[in-house]
């Protein structure tokens, strides 16, 4: 059965839409449409990927990574990744705001940002070897 997790909205994204709606708003007030309708196409297609992006890992020991209906599927066979790693970015106070995995498999590197109550149990099923 495969295992499917979402990924984490950090707080940070929620300013970047903030900013480029406020930014597609005064466009389409100041009667420049065609910036108007640009940045409001950015904010679909960011809203789209960060909405929309799962992590799925399915019995026969793959990852999937998908990010919603703009993008292709990434397909990765467990075994072959390289290096798992976690990393603590942004800390603040000795807090760490930013948590994610950091995957290298065939000199390409993917971070996965699965929701927090998640991510141990993503990590431990990236590291067994069975």
């Known amino acids: 059965m495969n295992k499917?997790?979402?990924?984490?909205?950090?707080w940070y994204h929620y300013i970047y839409f903030v900013l480029l709606s406020g930014?597609?708003?005064?466009?389409?007030?100041?009667?420049?449409?065609?910036?108007?309708?640009?940045?409001?196409?950015?904010?679909?297609?960011?809203?789209?990927k960060t909405f929309h992006t799962q992590y799925t890992?399915?019995?026969?020991?793959?990852?999937?990574?998908s990010q919603g209906k703009f993008?292709?599927?990434r397909t990765i066979a467990i075994d072959e990744?390289?290096?798992?790693?976690?990393?603590?970015?942004l800390k603040l106070a000795g807090i760490s705001v930013t948590e994610f995995i950091l995957i290298k498999h065939k000199k390409e590197y993917y971070s996965l940002l699965p929701a927090k109550?998640?991510?141990?149990?993503?990590?431990?099923?990236?590291?067994n070897k069975e």
Do not use: C, H
Not at 27 to 48: A, K, P, Q
């Open 117 to 127: 109550e998640k991510k141990a149990e993503l990590f431990q099923l990236l590291t």
């Open 57 to 65: 890992i399915t019995p026969e020991r793959t990852l999937i990574i």
């Open 23 to 48: 930014l597609a708003i005064s466009f389409f007030m100041d009667n420049f449409l065609s910036l108007g309708v640009l940045f409001i196409s950015w904010l679909i297609y960011m809203l789209e």
């Open 4 to 10: 499917v997790f979402t990924a984490r909205v950090i």
């Open 81 to 89: 990744i390289e290096s798992i790693d976690e990393f603590y970015k």
């Open 71 to 73: 993008f292709k599927n």
